[in-house]
């Protein structure tokens, strides 16, 4: 059986291992597999195709700004885009496209653009060129600055709110050239050393203040100028009061109700009363350790964009005295265009920028030119007058006192002048080149059998629109005369509407007499010249439209403005019959006008 089992193997064929060849891998055991070079890229290689990639992507890029249409300028890279923006420093480039406008809304450039555009440049004092990136500063000239001052506030993006971020920047560069001009004016007196490190001071409050701080001492620096302490450390997010928009006013401002809605009222319901908020010093006012630094921010509003500069002379013995000569605007406005003062509605807001805007003209120390239109001014008197807002038509009356009128000041009519015994009714106010028209002052008369008629809002804004335009009323005026008897007879009104209604009816019937010199205005700004007497009843405050207002005017020089080609403010002359759209309503809503500051590609045409 073992014979058989082992014949297979007997007929199969005698095999010989052969000699294996050797392996192309040597050193490797098992499963051949990819050396540890080649499994990982080398530098070089990663590189390379890094650039391969952004390359294709760049060519994906190009492309698709073929294809879009794009022109050479918008296919630039943006920072190109804003360096050619601030190099020509024209508001209406983000405007020519989208994608224009898109690339330049950033907030850092609106801010340089409001920077070039307000801040005047002395040209020769150091210049903190930081402040102004990423635009590079360059001086504008005058015509420029009206002009970008003027599309700047035409534009969506500007607002009160940036307006405020801006003025720590401000302040400061004007702040770094006040101190560059005071050390130059005191080398230019030859005194010595000793002399100009213990100067003589007119007033000795200011000693504490009087010697120039190191450059890089901020704080000392502000309190030397007396700039205003709000823009001191100004926070990130904005001033609480640009958000909140809360109002601490003279008088506050309350809009009276439809005449369709009083009559759906109860009867015998008496018109909206307004409670005259209590002065400061009044005994149940706060104190001044309970205000916080909030509310004292609110009720200085609109604070001063100002800096108070130094005149330095010396004395015939060496010695160097110094006082504060006046103050220097921060915020130098020079462009109130027609879209800031002839609104759809005034609002807490648009109020609150005029205000703001007016401080910065106050304290203008060149080029003391002011681009307004008198009939845009006008046109937006009568929409406050029409909305009842009190607040709004002081800030337009003050402002037309302020440029509208043909003199820097007054006649001096000397004491020793008699007074005229001659009555007279014209030339009690102004003279004005652009005098308020006789239909704005109507407009805050209101209609017969009307429940404001006598409200004590509509008492005001009569009062106020008569201290500034008296001159224009034409005598035995219909409407007015009307009204004025109406006052005066009724027995159940107040004694102040009565007095009024008595002042008018000696005007509309040239019985009224003032104890005036010839050529002595009335009214000044709103304020009577002379106390009451007893021939003429008196309804008048002594207070002026600023101190209503509380305008802080610290530090000013009394200046008129004028149009930037040399003549009176206001442009065409109004005639006196101007009566602009009168049944134009000019109460609408307008929530949609009111919007943040981005994105730059919408406007507001101006």
Known sequence: MSDINELPNLLMPVSARRKRSASPHPGTVG?????????????RERAHRVQLVHGHAELHMVAERRRAGLSALESMPPEIIQDIFFKCMEVNMPRASRYLGAVLAHERIFRSTILMAYFDDDLESPIVYEHFKP???????LEHKIRLQRQILACKWFSLKLLWK????????????????????????????????????????????????????????????????????????GCSHCEQHHHHYHYPVQEEKDEEEEEEEEEGEEGPEL?????????????????????????????????????????????????MERGISVLAVRALPDCVIDVPRWTAERIDLLKFLRQGMR???????????????????????????????????????????????????????????????????????????????????????????????TLRLLSY?????????????????????????RLDNPNKVKMMGLWVMGQ?????????????????????TYDEDHATPWPWEGMTFTQKLRY???????????????????????????????NEDFIQDDSKDDVDIFPISRYRAC
């Open 508 to 528: 509309m019937f040239r019985t009224a007499r003032y104890m005036l010199r010839d050529g002595e205005p009335l009214f000044v700004n709103g304020k009577p």
């Open 135 to 141: 635009a590079v500063y360059f001086p504008l000239s």
């Open 166 to 237: 801006s003025l720590p920047e401000l302040v400061h560069l004007n702040v770094v050239q006040a101190r560059a001009r005071e050390l130059r004016d005191q080398k230019a007196l030859g005194l010595s050393d000793d002399a100009i490190a213990h100067p003589y001071y007119q007033n000795t409050r200011q000693s504490l203040l009087g010697t120039v701080p190191a450059e890089d001492d901020e704080e000392a620096l502000m309190a030397h100028y007396r700039a205003p302490v709000n823009f001191l450390h100004m926070p990130e997010e």
């Open 465 to 489: 629109m008569l201290c500034e335009g008296v001159d224009s009323l034409e005598p035995r005026n219909p409407r007015l005369s009307r009204w004025a008897i109406n006052a005066s007879s």
């Open 275 to 323: 409670e005259v908020q209590p002065e400061p010093n009044d005994a149940d006012s706060e104190s001044a350790s309970d205000i916080s630094d909030d509310d004292a921010l609110e009720q200085a509003w609109p604070p001063n964009p100002r800096i108070c500069v130094w005149r330095c002379w010396a004395d015939q013995q060496g010695r160097l005295h110094k006082e």
């Open 31 to 43: 499963r051949p597999m990819k050396r540890t070079a080649e499994l990982r890229p080398t530098p």
């Open 363 to 457: 304290y203008l120390h060149h080029d003391q030119v002011l681009e307004i239109s008198a009939e845009a001014l006008f046109r937006g008197l009568r929409t406050a007058l029409r909305q009842r807002n009190e607040d709004a038509t002081l800030v337009l009356l003050e402002l037309h006192y302020a440029t509208m009128r043909a003199h820097l000041a007054p006649p001096q009519i000397p004491e020793r002048e008699p007074i005229s015994e001659e009555p007279r009714f014209d030339n009690l106010v102004g003279p004005f080149v652009h005098p308020l028209p006789q239909a704005l002052i109507l407009d805050a008369v209101p209609a017969e059998n009307s429940r404001r008629e006598f409200n004590p809002m």
């Open 552 to 582: 802080d005017t610290d530090g000013e020089v009394p200046m008129l403005p004028t149009a930037p080609d040399g003549r009176p403010c206001g442009g065409t002359r109004v005639p006196l019959e101007w009566d602009h759209d009168p």
